[in-house]
């Protein structure tokens, strides 16, 4: 009587432990980058949809579609940056401050002056800029040993303040016309402004997702003291997220030179709160180890429809930013059910 109990509980021990170890395809489809992405598709179609239902034909036609584009490439192109930084594990509350410097000193008399003739040097201005800021930010924070948060908070003072003190708190007009005209141009009908934030979302992809300076921005944010054992010089490559951070809040600049014909220390102001939620939103940890820069596009689109739909049906920009608050803590508390979840399952 023993022997078929013993045989019939190791069967069941056999089937139990198969059944365990046998992938489930749906848990393993949304746990991919893909179907991490299924959720945010949905709100934005949602969100295309309430605007469809509620504006009409204001929100539904091509004209309309190109405004909530153009509005999305000043915050999507800062937000690619941002999510390099956010996947290694750190923050950089300074891209808004960093963006009105860069409008700031691009266009100074004498450098619009200087670039009569030449205006691409206010494009190498504004992101040298960018990029100086960057610099200044990774040292403060690889080799100075200061929090992210502190380094970052410190230069999004000083930049603004800095940028108060070179304009004279004026404003400078963009009277470069070489400038305006490539800028306001188009390429194929879409605008440049457009192809911009095209171009950096696939490079910024591609440095993420197909390089070795990708992965080794994922083990940092994973583990900084593996990533150091492992060979990676985290101080260095720290300095460089930094850089191409500030490089992005540069172009950004640009983007806006062009849009309002006009340089101003206010330009960016709590930009960086929109474009930190942007990141969050598209599922890039802010734990860091994980990122994405689909994601991080999709969650520039669904907070630029959201505004959209907001101004097409009058509704005031402070329930804009209640609905903005209460977009982000859900996403905040899906990453850290997705976060527990994921522990759990490997330990």
């Known amino acids: 009587m023993s022997e078929p109990t013993s045989s019939t509980a190791t069967s069941g021990d056999s089937t139990r432990a198969s059944a365990a170890e046998k992938p489930n395809p749906m848990k393993t ?30 929100f539904m036609n091509m004209n309309n579609f190109f405004v909530i584009v153009r509005y999305a490439a000043v915050i999507g192109v800062m937000a690619i940056g941002m999510t390099f930084v956010i996947t290694a594990g750190g923050i950089d509350l300074s891209v808004g401050s960093v963006l009105g410097l860069s409008s700031v000193i691009a266009t100074m008399g004498a450098i619009q002056t200087a670039a ?14 960018g990029v100086l800021a960057g610099l200044t930010n990774g040292l403060i924070i690889a080799y100075g040993k200061v929090v992210a948060f502190i380094a970052t908070l410190a230069m999004l003072v000083a930049a603004r303040g800095l940028a108060e003190l070179i304009s004279g708190r004026s404003t400078q007009v963009v009277n470069n016309q070489g400038f305006l005209n490539f800028f306001r141009g188009d390429f194929l009908g879409v605008d440049w402004i ?6 950096v979302a696939i490079a910024g992809w591609f ?31 720290t ?61 520039v689109m669904l907070f630029a429809v959201l505004v959209n ?3 097409q049906n009058n509704l005031s920009s402070s329930w804009q930013l209640v609905a903005r608050g209460v977009i982000i803590v859900i996403a905040v508390m899906l990453q850290q059910r997705l976060a527990n979840r994921e522990t759990s399952s490997s330990g």
């Open 194 to 199: 457009v192809w911009i934030f095209v171009i």
């Open 116 to 129: 009569s003739g030449f205006w691409p040097l206010m494009v190498f201005v504004a992101i040298a800029v």
């Open 207 to 237: 440095l993420l997702n197909r390089t070795t300076f990708g992965r080794r921005t994922v083990a940092i944010g994973g583990n900084p003291t593996a990533a150091r054992l492992a060979g990676v010089n985290v101080k260095r490559h």
């Open 29 to 58: 489809f949304f746990a991919s980058p893909a179907g991490r992405s299924i959720g945010l598709i949905v709100a934005l179609l949602l969100l295309i949809a309430v605007g469809a239902i509620t504006a009409g034909d204001n």
């Open 309 to 311: 739909v907001f101004t």
């Open 239 to 299: 300095v460089y997220l930094y850089m191409i951070a500030g490089a992005c809040a540069g172009i950004a600049s640009l983007i806006i030179l062009s849009r309002t014909t006009a340089g101003t220390s206010t330009h960016g102001q709590l930009i960086e709160l929109d474009v930190i939620a942007a990141v969050v939103v598209g599922g890039t940890l802010l734990a860091g180890g994980r990122g994405t820069i689909g994601g991080t596009v999709l969650g």
